[in-house]
């Protein structure tokens, strides 16, 4: 057999191979089969922008609705706000310090003025015989419960016989009523006489206890009437009165000199 020549096996080549060959060659070339080519890339460039620009519009339009709603929440709370604080709720909240404070003050100053509990006083025995007679037992029922600034004051038990006593809020020194005693040991004929709303009093100072017991000497029996200094007269006006009206005067019967 003999040898092939080039020339032989170009012809040997059939059809089927040569089809073969274009169709690999249709696949390898640039731009075949499913490469898209240029004029698809110019129409799907637009297609994404346009769906960029709709996710872009979609995305303001939800920021507009957001804002649009914070804003709405905004002027809800402002208008809450001025709903639960109007004037008058305001009004109240400011006044209602002062007010307080007033309340305070009102308060403190009624409890200084308010009358202090006094302590019971005590007073010391005095020789008083007639302190059960009738002039005794007419007068002292008849005695005020306040001798201008001083008020009636409670005494320790046992109390002597016969004996009103009469103190400042505060309390202090009291003014005291004993009635029923004997003649005063002072009283003589020489003694001056003081004549207060019809009642003649003698006085006896006591420099010491910076008081004056004064002596009503025109009447059935002896009344003293002890007031520390600087208490003033009304006291003695006031008890003279009492004593003027309830009892009957007569006339003094002083010791000898």
Not at 138 to 158: Q, R
Not at 229 to 237: E, F, K, L, P, R
Request: charged share 25%; with cysteine; net charge negative.
């Amino acid at each position: 057999m003999a040898d092939s020549t080039p020339e032989d096996r170009d012809e040997a080549i059939t059809p089927d191979d040569t089809a073969t060959a274009d169709a690999k060659s249709s696949v390898d070339e640039p731009g075949s089969g499913d490469e898209p080519t240029s004029d698809d890339d110019a129409q799907a460039a637009p297609t994404a922008a346009t769906a960029l620009d709709a996710d872009t519009d979609g995305q303001a339009d939800d920021a507009a609705d957001e804002d649009a709603h914070d804003s709405d929440s905004d002027d809800a709370d402002s208008d809450d706000f001025e709903t639960h604080h109007s004037p008058a709720l305001i009004a109240t909240a400011v006044a209602l310090p002062v007010v307080l404070i007033v309340a305070v003050l009102v308060a403190a100053f009624i409890a200084l003025r308010a009358p202090v509990e006094r302590e019971p006083l005590a007073l010391g025995p005095v020789p008083a015989p007639a302190a059960d007679g009738p002039a005794c037992q007419a007068l002292l029922p008849a005695l005020p419960a306040e001798l201008g600034d001083y008020t009636k004051a409670t005494l320790v038990e046992p109390a002597p016989p016969a004996t009103r006593a009469w103190q400042l809020p505060e309390g202090g020194d009291p003014i005291t009523l004993r009635c029923g005693l004997d003649r005063p040991l002072e009283f003589n004929r020489a003694s001056p006489l003081t004549v207060i709303d019809g009642v003649k009093w003698f006085q006896v100072r006591d420099e010491a206890g910076k008081t004056g017991t004064w002596f009503a000497v025109d009447r059935e029996t002896y009344i003293a009437l002890t007031v520390p200094d600087g208490s003033g007269t009304s006291a003695v006006q006031t008890v003279s009165d009492t004593i003027n009206a309830n009892l009957p005067a007569r006339e003094p019967t002083p010791g000898e000199l």
